[in-house]
Nanobody, 121 residues
Framework: QVQLVESGGGLVQAGGSLRLSCAASGSIFSINAMGWYRQGPGNQRELVATITSGGNTNYADSVKGRFTISRDNTKNTVYLQMNSLKPEDTVVYYC???????????????WGQGTQVTVSS
């Protein structure tokens, strides 16, 4: 089994910054893509940013230039630096990992428990 533990959410004023972290642990052979998604009440979960094992990144248009995703492969950890936060960024953020459990095993998707980000105007 694989566990993802998120941290770093909270309350911040508009224009402020937060840094989310997500550490993966368990029976991990390797991690392919890692990323962050977010979901508001009544809405579908949407992509925020992803990063491949090689460091290639992809961002939602709404966060480009404000958010930066990074990862530390030695710690199986992915980060999301969020700057210039806006009230519309107020939702729950979920960490995502695509994990290979063994050298010949298929890959599996895992999700964190979610962390609330609230941006006050």
């Amino acid at each position: 089994q694989v566990q993802l533990v998120e941290s770093g959410g909270g309350l911040v004023q508009a224009g402020g910054s937060l840094r989310l972290s997500c550490a993966a642990s368990g029976s991990i052979f390797s991690i392919n893509a890692m990323g962050w998604y977010r979901q508001g009440p009544g809405n579908q979960r949407e992509l925020v940013a992803t990063i491949t094992s090689g460091g290639n990144t992809n961002y939602a248009d709404s966060v480009k230039g404000r958010f930066t995703i990074s990862r530390d492969n030695t710690k199986n950890t992915v980060y999301l630096q969020m700057n210039s936060l806006k009230p519309e960024d107020t939702v729950v953020y979920y960490c995502y990992c695509n994990v290979r459990l063994g050298i010949l095993a298929r890959t599996y998707d895992y999700w964190g428990q979610g962390t609330q980000v609230t941006v006050s105007s």
